[in-house]
């Protein structure tokens, strides 16, 4: 549609969050049209189908048309550069050990399972690893925080901004990562924000911790990249 940018009716969308994030008012969800040209009224906003096509004033936002867009992030992956970014941050360790928490543990914090080491372990684990494998098992530990980052984020994102953040859910977890307001920034297209965002996470019990302060910083290093 000319002077129009596609936008597809995702889970969870409505006319006012979409113009909110793309059109900076949600009140400008007027604006948006249906394919055949017109707006919506108030009784058709309520009623949006996942999957139903709506567009939007391309002079006025910056998202890219759904045929041929990066916004789509459900199938990225993190990259080799990634993975040894968090290995580096995580360190990596090739013999069976318990964690702070008494966990048996091997690899780049590879929970083998929960207690101590008692003998129980796969017979690769108790000769050790190499790094090889453990690097080959962080890829597949990384698949949870891949698919919580493909999930949650609304917008683009290049590689370098994907590893970053699959970074920074590898360590805090979907939870914390979904009520984030680093998250609610990003989804309104504030890239500029996350690197202090992710500065604001670097406490454990109540302190800030080296480790953590290090981590962050490099991890917004990333992600401006």
Known sequence: MKNRTSY?????????EIAQR???KANRWQEITKDTGECFTENE??????GQVVYLPSSDNNIQSDSNSSYKNKNKK????????IADHEGIILNLYNDPANHATIGVGHLVHHGPINGSEPEEFKVGISKERAMEILRSDVTTAENTVNK???VPLNQNQFDALVSFVFNIGETQFASSTLLSKLNQRDYNSVP??????????????PGLINRRRDEGDLFSK
């Open 152 to 154: 949650l984020v609304k």
């Open 22 to 24: 793309y059109l900076g």
């Open 78 to 85: 993190i990259s080799n550069n990634g993975l040894k970014f």
């Open 196 to 209: 202090s965002q992710l500065n604001r996470w670097v406490h454990g019990s109540g302190k800030k911790l």
């Open 8 to 16: 597809t009716i995702k889970s969870g969308d409505t006319l006012s």
């Open 45 to 50: 906003a309520r009623r949006l189908q996942i």
